[in-house]
């Protein structure tokens, strides 16, 4: 592989329950990422996992009456197992409990911390949410509780190890303002700077094994501390590729990529472009060069959870909507400045809309009436007419308008833009009416029979772009169609892509309409 690099990561949920629809948008939007760069040509890895360290997961065990392993062992596997039901390409799955790279590089980390004179003793106290893992200040506190999952915060007073971030105040500045640290969207760049030049605050990095309940990776040449959960999480980033023995994998992908790019939800900013910066800047390694936070869906107003009772089961939407069903669906939807509720109606409407009747039926139609017309196979065009040049310079400009969308991190336009194909070729179907042109050529009508050639091989194009720019987003999808085209493989960007005297399969619905109602209701 030579082209650029490109590492892309999710954040790591902790697993005191199993996934929810928000986990499934969080891996989503990684792996369109990775598709999309590996289609690029650019040297790709990903990584998703679990937080298994998590006093979260402790609290769920302790709840269940079961050990804490046999808690994280069981859940990790049912995030680890929505790879397949979701569509997802992740080239690499870090758990970090039971997992000896990881604790050697966390562990190396922290000393490279140490060393860096960052790493002091310090008495704390302060209101604490154990479901957030963090401390709020009073004025974050909404009446007392923690504002996120409304539960009552505990006073908790410790002697801990604190990371010295207030020095890293004038260079994280410095990094997000210049965009070498990018930060998007724009809106969350100017939220996470103003907490940098309000001035930052050394941090709390480990805790008494009393409180971890004896759970977590041991402080190095401390064993009365344990790392405080986040220290050890944000970790994974590096420690998956090898960063304890500074392995190919850590130099290739981290140390020397253009591109480490953090995926998390908007709840996390301060954590990886604030915290996590840092804690590399200190140990002398590269910071992330992006972070890009996204917005959540919503169940009645709240942010789904585990804790309040309202998760939904991404494989029951699978089981309704399909894996690209579901991820046309959520990248589609997915707000870019809000919180957008998440109900079935919309998910269905949104499903036979775009996919059941305007992608759907083109795809029908494309290969059915090459079927009907010439036979199932794939004619040589004419010259183009004004018709077909508007299809062509639309699909020509598409590669540049998707990276400049995804470059944005703003998914629901890049799928808009090239749904403007999908809306033009039904269009173009419409103006050039095949079935009439059919009519004529039987009747004898020598310029009919050539341009029902170029119409039936412009619409069959057409679909093979579509097809070819759906790639990173509906995987499966992309694959039926080269299928029922009669292709291997659905081939480049360029317009003529698809040989002509190529034989179709059959038409088949891609995207079946719904019967049942979608869960979420
Ligand atoms: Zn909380």
Redesign the pocket.
Known sequence: MTGRKYYVTTAIPYVNAKPHVGHALLLILADVLARYHRQRGDDTWSLTGTDDNSLSNVLAAEAEGIPIQELVNRNAGLFQALREPLALSFDDFIRTSGNPKHTAGAQKLWRACRRNDDVYRRYYEGQY?V??ERFYSDDELDDGR?P??H?PTELVREDNYFFRLSRYTAQLADLIATDRLRVLPETRKHEVLRFVQSGLEDFSISRSPARARGWGIPVPDDPGQVMYVWFDALCNYITALDYAANGERYRRYWRDSPARVHIIGKDLLRFHAVYWPAMLLSAGEPPPTLVCAHEFFTVNGEKISKSLGNAVDPIALVAQLGADGLRYCLLRELPRTEDTDLTAARLAARYHSDLANDLGNLVNRAVSMLARYRGGVVPSPGSPSANEEVLQSLAAGLPARIAAMLDAFDFRAALSSIWELVTQSNRYVEQTAPWLLARREREGDNVAQDRLDTALYTIAESVRLIAYFIEPFLPSTTSKIASQLGLSAIGTAGWGGLPAATRVGAAQPIFPRLEAAVPGD
Do not use: T
Request: hydrophobic content about 15%; proline content about 0%; some cysteine.
């Open positions: 949410c479901r957030c923690c996120i999952h539960r």
